[in-house]
């Protein structure tokens, strides 16, 4: 019986990262007929998009009042983000540039948004002032990126990207897109409930691995990003949603419920995240280039990251 609830859970997710696919695609399009730019599709529109799974995921768990799993899915998602998905493309592509303006201002930014998570962790929980804290914040940093006209700014997406299809199709799309996501969130969480009862594995851990399926659409994108020598869009896709997860997402289902942190998220993927933020920073920094030995450091930080979690789900919780 519990076969058919696996089967079902891969069925929504597929739903759910296959309906962040055509939604970025469909917005992307949308936005390059607004002459919007390659580093702003990066950081707000992709960015956002590519969040989209953790944050139905995250409302819906937190509508079910079973907001541990809020924890783990965005804890999870941020560390394949950088680990996972960083490390592949810089392994890929035999390195990554980088430049001071997407170091200094968003990868900072990054850094503070993690801090502030972390910190506020160690209380037990996000409660609704945190996370209008949080939302605050993101509403800030939109505003900046949307106003700031950005220097060395790149604005040949052009030359990338083909768009055949008209404006209407485009929005044809984004509009079913959106509810597949819809769709597939609100299920998914049932099923990893109740997989996890099953299973007697804490909900936080199931999140975690849940979240390397929802990061997909963030792995999809970075890699054609990275094929096209998209750089500025490769890394605001990676920066900009490890921001969102945090500030819009978990503050976001805060409103709803309080997001309960437990101990492997207070002493384990959290810190685990912390320091991998601050890694990543110092190998961006570093002849400005994330270089093919640095992405397989990240990489293999991913693998070590797992199989802490599987070790430490059987005694510290």
């Known amino acids: ?33 607004l002459g919007v730019s390659e580093l702003v599709i ?3 529109l992709v960015a956002n998009g590519t969040s989209i799974p953790e944050l139905t995921v995250s409302i819906f768990s937190a509508i079910k009042g079973h907001t541990e799993i809020i924890a783990g899915n965005i804890v999870g998602s ?7 998905i960083a490390g592949l493309s810089a392994l890929l592509y035999g390195g990554m540039k980088t430049n001071k303006l997407i170091l200094r201002r968003d990868g900072y930014m990054m850094l503070f948004t993690t801090i502030i998570f972390f910190v506020f962790a160690l209380t037990g929980s996000i409660k609704w002032y945190m996370g209008i804290l949080f939302l605050i914040l993101y509403a800030g940093y939109t ?27 485009d929005i044809l799309i984004f509009i079913i897109s959106c509810i597949a996501i819809f769709i597939g969130g609100k299920y ?21 691995l849940n979240a390397i399926g929802t990061t997909l659409p963030e792995l999809t994108v970075s ?4 094929r096209k020598g998209m750089l500025d869009l490769l890394w605001g896709n990676i920066i900009g949603s490890n921001i969102t997860n945090i500030l819009f997402v978990v503050g976001a289902s805060s409103l709803i419920s309080p997001v309960e942190i437990i101990k492997l998220s207070s002493y384990f993927t959290i810190p685990f995240l ?4 601050i890694l990543s920073l110092i190998f961006m920094r570093t002849k400005w280039k ?3 030995f640095e992405g397989g450091i990240l990489f293999a930080l991913y693998l070590i990251f797992l199989a802490g979690l599987f070790y430490l789900r059987t005694g510290l919780i």
């Open 1 to 33: 019986m519990v076969y058919i609830n696996f089967l079902v859970l891969a069925l929504w997710i597929v739903l759910l990262v296959g309906g962040s696919d055509y939604f970025v695609k469909s917005a992307s399009r949308i936005a390059k007929r």
């Open 274 to 277: 912390l320091g991998l933020t």
């Open 223 to 226: 890699i054609i990003a990275g």
């Open 42 to 44: 990066g950081l707000i």
């Open 188 to 208: 998914l969480v049932g099923e990893i409930i109740f997989i996890a009862a099953f299973f007697s594995i804490p909900e936080t851990a199931i999140g975690i």
């Open 78 to 84: 941020n560390i394949a983000d950088l680990a996972w």
């Open 143 to 169: 505003y900046f990126l949307l106003k700031k006209k950005h220097r060395g700014e790149k604005h040949h997406l052009k030359e990338h990207l083909e768009i055949k299809d008209g404006l209407w199709k």
């Open 290 to 292: 994330v270089s093919r």
